[in-house]
């Protein structure tokens, strides 16, 4: 499966923005799809994940009642929608499909969060 993220941009704090992750070549919901984010300086870590199974969504501590992850399988996309955006939410996000032991990345767009 290759999978395009798409969305990122420049916001003010307190902002929203929505990230797309479009699937090719496979249907998103033969995936657990997932955000991962990497801060300049810090490691990669994971923002938000949609289940294969069932659909179910898991949030990291620091964006749950913000972060929201969602499943169009008519558009075979995955979105992220970001509100109340903080200045440590700035990063490269990027979308992640795995499936037993097959696992694909797509490439980062750019959130920044300016004060």
């Known amino acids: 499966v290759q999978l395009q993220a798409s969305g990122g941009g420049l916001v003010q704090s307190g902002g929203s923005l929505r990230l797309s992750c479009v699937a090719s070549g496979s249907t998103v919901d033969a995936y657990d799809i997932a955000w991962f984010r990497e801060a300049p300086g810090k490691k990669r870590e994971g923002v938000s994940c949609?289940?294969?199974?069932?659909?179910?969504?898991y949030y990291a501590d620091s964006v749950k009642g913000r972060f929201t992850i969602s499943r169009d399988n008519t558009n075979n996309t995955v979105h992220l929608q970001m509100n109340s955006l903080k200045t440590e939410d700035t990063g490269d996000y990027y979308c992640h499909a795995k499936r037993g032991r097959w696992e694909f990345w797509g490439q980062g767009t750019l959130v920044t969060v300016s004060s």
């Open positions: 949609v289940s294969r199974r069932g659909g179910r969504t």
